[in-house]
């Protein structure tokens, strides 16, 4: 149709015309459309792939902003009095009889103006510009807070504008980009062969030949203007680009603000981080993102440059480094405390291997409760394919792992009934809740390591190194590095601390173990107040923790203390703090590790959500999205056993710990479900305690493993310690509660 047309539309041209312009106006009408239709595609092309630039460069100067209205406020509630903290000659009064009562008023202030007043001499002056100057400089490098979206005002919105940008910058995929190059690309050799519609001498020595060849190009051309294809690419591209901006209120950038809070300092931390102090040894001078590690390591680190396209996720600067520590270390233990991201540090040094070493083939061992965690990261954060080993299937599975690669996901149990677990080489391997294999004569300890020597990389991923007993976490270096293991363990000693000194430790460990805790990085996370809810037993509940006690039976007394029917003490007073809450509106996360106490917290509070051990993997995930989608109040009773592991729970803002736990690191991985990266409420903590009961003695006695976890693994040094101040096994502390709790019982009797 098009090819008859064009060639009428030619045989009607004089000759001159044809001479002159070859194509038709038609032709030429087409050939503009192209061109349009080429640059629009270009250019929304161009927008997006600069988006990303362009919003942290809108991110940087909006901080600067606001850093300067900051430093400005500040000064102006700066007392020109502060000035003698600096220098001591100043005079103060006569300053402020000039004018001059605040910071504020002296900055930008020169030496030669303040000579001009009676009495201030050259000195003085420069010793007053010099004081100004410092303590600007003190509140330049101090870190920018950002307060919670509760105390948000008109100052941030520019902050927060350019970081809602930034944030969905990662909807702006290579695919995209590299759909509207080739939609390009398409359209530049049609429109080159148009462009001088078959040349000039061609057009009067070959009229004939050279009409028919511009016609044909010039169909090609129209085929392209009329594709439906390259219209709804530029339907989605601009789509795309009008989705980045953020909404027009504030109140909805807020709102925003506040449901992606994660995300939005994710972005903005290294912005509004101060730069990180080095003491005069060479060495930082706190812990920081770098963990305590040595400088020279530190600095090999943060040369690396990361390659993360694909992974849809902003990494903080503290993960970035934690992942580049992994590659460039190679075979470490990453022990930063829960709730900062040890997952997706991981799925970042798999991203990197794979776009940077076509590495193929990676694989994560981890408690089969939060395959499901795993599940949905790996599914949600990368697209590289997932080969879920476990459950039926799971051989299949396996063997296609073996053959196509991917991440192979399994457990610590299925593990054990993988055949030919050796005969692939493995790029990276991640053992997660790394704890589990803390013992060496384990089953699932041999099978890991029998792993590490077939792997190129290994991470050992835990936030409680050590739960008991410091040679635990000795063992843990010890799979990744078996000579440091030997090392550590042949020069500590069984007194662990009386041949090395807590600086040697640290510098031997830290080419293995990197471990960062909340307050290191995570400036913004809002406080977490510890409440102790002590309750006197009833009547009733006394006789019945008694009985307990008689019959030796130290859980049995756990549960005892906790009640037996729902009108006992601790049910009564948590009926209360219900109460409360529910009338606030707020999520709240009650922990147990008795069945029995949640079916009774379960009957008190009516409708509520549940995990316990008996609930499968991928069920516990949309208990865990119902509670986050109920609307104000909800209540989430877990099995600590079950829900304090692997579980993100920041929509909550209270936590319940029914009864204290046989290790403190239980409690710890309980809270921060709820207390962790994300949380922009401060969180209540509720510790029931029963007066006079096994609850009042287990709370003495794991306070020793709480100092030890302290001095062991939490600043990743080892200070002095006997073994008898470690002996804090599960059979130690039962014998020991026995003892006390039936001590008691005789005094009880006594009186």
């Not at 030949?209 to 090609?220: I, M």
């Not at 981890?366 to 459950?391: F, K, M, Q, Y």
């Not at 699932?444 to 410091?470: F, Q």
């Not at 471990?515 to 913004?524: A, P, S, W, Y």
Request: proline fraction near 3%; charge should be neutral; aromatic fraction near 6%.
């Amino acid at each position: 149709m098009q090819s008859a047309t064009s060639t009428s539309e030619t045989a009607r041209q004089s000759w001159l015309s044809w001479v002159w312009f070859g194509a038709t106006p038609k032709q030429r009408e087409l050939q503009t459309q192209a061109v349009d239709i080429a640059w629009n595609l270009k250019h929304l092309r161009s927008q997006l792939a600069d988006v990303r630039a362009s919003s942290e460069q809108a991110i940087q100067e909006a901080v600067a902003d606001l850093r300067e209205q900051v430093i400005a406020s500040a000064l102006q509630e700066m007392p020109v009095e502060r000035l003698k903290d600096l220098t001591k000659s100043v005079r103060v009064r006569l300053l402020e009889s000039h004018g001059f009562c605040t910071i504020a008023d002296l900055r930008g202030v020169s030496s030669a103006r303040l000579q001009q007043i009676h009495g201030i001499g050259p000195a003085s002056a420069v010793q007053i510009v010099q004081a100004v100057s410092q303590l600007q400089a003190i509140l330049q490098n101090q870190r920018l807070e950002l307060p919670p979206p509760s105390e948000i005002g008109p100052e941030h919105a520019a902050v927060l504008r350019a970081t809602y940008r930034r944030i969905r910058c990662r909807d702006v995929t290579p695919g995209i980009l590299a759909e509207l190059q080739s939609a390009v690309s398409d359209f530049n050799e049609p429109l080159r062969k148009t462009k001088r519609a078959g040349g000039w001498w061609n057009r009067i020595l070959n009229r004939d030949n050279t009409q028919r060849q511009v016609n044909s190009d010039f169909d090609g051309l129209s085929c392209l203007v009329e594709s439906s294809q390259y219209q709804d690419l530029s339907i989605r591209a601009q789509a795309l680009l009008e989705s980045l901006d953020p909404p027009a209120s504030i109140s909805a950038v807020v709102d925003d603000y506040r449901s992606r809070y994660a995300d939005y300092f994710a972005i903005l931390d290294r912005y509004l981080d101060a730069k990180p102090q080095i003491g005069t040894n060479g060495e930082m001078s706190h812990r920081g993102p770098h963990g305590g590690v040595p400088d020279q390591i530190a600095e090999a680190v943060e040369a690396m440059v990361l390659s993360l396209d694909s992974l849809r996720v902003d990494l903080r600067g503290y993960q970035e480094f934690g992942a580049k520590y992994m590659i460039h270390q190679q075979r470490t233990v990453l022990g930063d405390e829960m709730g900062l991201g040890k997952t997706i540090q991981a799925l970042a040094v798999i991203t990197h291997l794979r776009n940077t070493e076509e590495a193929s083939h990676f694989l994560i061992v981890c408690p089969a409760s939060i395959v499901g965690n795993w599940t949905r990261e790996i599914n949600n954060r990368t697209d590289i394919p997932l080969r879920l080993v476990h459950g039926d299937g799971r051989d299949n599975t396996f063997r296609q792992w073996q053959r196509d690669g991917g991440i192979a996901l399994t457990s610590y149990e299925t593990l054990r009934s993988l055949d030919d677990l050796t005969r692939t080489p493995i790029h990276f391997l991640v053992a997660d809740e790394a704890h589990y294999i803390k013992n060496p004569q384990a089953q699932r300890s041999i099978n890991v390591k029998r792993l590490t020597s077939i792997s190129d990389r290994l991470a050992l991923m835990t936030g409680t190194a050590l739960e008991n007993h410091p040679r635990e976490f000795v063992n843990l270096i010890g799979v990744c590095n078996d000579t440091l293991g030997r090392t550590l363990a042949a020069e500590t000693g069984n007194s662990f601390g009386t041949a090395l000194g807590a600086k040697r430790f640290e510098k031997m460990v830290s080419a293995a173990y990197l471990r960062r805790n909340q307050e290191d990085v995570l400036h913004e996370l809002p406080e977490a107040i510890e409440v102790d809810e002590w309750v006197e037993l009833e009547d009733h509940d006394r006789s019945h923790y008694l009985r307990a006690v008689e019959s030796r039976n130290v859980m049995a007394m756990r549960q005892a203390a906790n009640g037996h029917v729902v009108n006992s003490a601790k049910l009564a007073r948590l009926d209360e703090l219900i109460s409360q809450y529910r009338d606030d509106g707020r999520k709240i996360v009650i922990f147990s590790f008795f069945l029995r106490s949640l079916d009774l917290v379960g009957e008190l509070l009516g409708t509520h959500f549940r995990i316990d051990g008996s609930v499968p993997a991928h069920q516990r995930n949309q208990v865990i999205d119902g509670f986050f989608q109920s609307e104000g109040f909800a209540p989430l009773i877990c099995q600590i056993t079950a829900g304090g592991v692997g579980i993100n729970l920041q929509c909550a803002s209270v936590v319940v710990l029914l009864e204290p736990q046989y290790k403190p690191t239980s409690e710890w991985q309980a809270i921060k479900r709820v207390h962790r990266m994300g949380q922009s409420n401060p969180v209540v903590v509720h510790r029931f305690l029963a007066r006079d009961t096994v609850d009042e003695s287990l709370r003495a006695l794991v306070g020793r493993k709480t100092a030890l976890f302290n001095d062991y693994a939490r600043e990743s040094a080892i200070k002095d310690a006997s073994p008898a101040a470690t002996d804090t096994t599960d059979a130690a502390l039962t014998r020991q509660l026995l003892e006390i709790e039936l001590a008691r019982r005789s005094t009880v009797k006594a009186g």
